[in-house]
């Protein structure tokens, strides 16, 4: 599985942006894709996630701002992103996790950077 993430930008504070993660490869075999941030550090910080059957979770800091769906038919996992903070300015990566049984562990698309100045 490879992923493609798109959609990243300098924007001001309270507007919003959409990240796109494209998938490729054994799409069927994808059970959970997330949105990870790494500010300036090693650390990547669980953004939001929706499962193959459309459960999603998101970081406290997000919840009400976020929103995070799937175009099975486009193989894409969206990030919509409002009332953006300049807090939320970090390098964004999604993520995907096998279903139980498939042959890879995990597979992380390259980075997009979200800019939220003030």
């Known amino acids: 599985v490879q992923l493609q993430a798109f959609g990243g930008g300098l924007v001001q504070a309270g507007e919003s942006l959409r990240l796109s993660c494209v998938a490729s490869?054994?799409?069927?075999?994808?059970?959970?894709i997330g949105w990870y941030r790494q500010n300036p550090g090693p650390r990547r910080d669980l953004v939001a996630e929706i499962s193959s059957v459309g459960n999603t979770a998101f970081a406290d800091n997000v919840k009400g701002r976020f929103t995070i769906f799937r175009d099975n038919a486009k193989n894409t996992v969206y990030l919509q992103m409002n009332s953006l903070k300049p807090e939320d300015t970090a390098l964004y990566y999604c993520?995907?996790?096998?279903?139980?049984?498939?042959?890879?562990?995990?597979?992380w698309g390259q980075g997009t950077q979200v800019t939220v100045s003030s």
């Open positions: 993520h995907a996790v096998p279903k139980y049984g498939s042959p890879w562990l995990a597979a």
């Open positions: 490869g054994n799409t069927d075999s994808i059970d959970t």
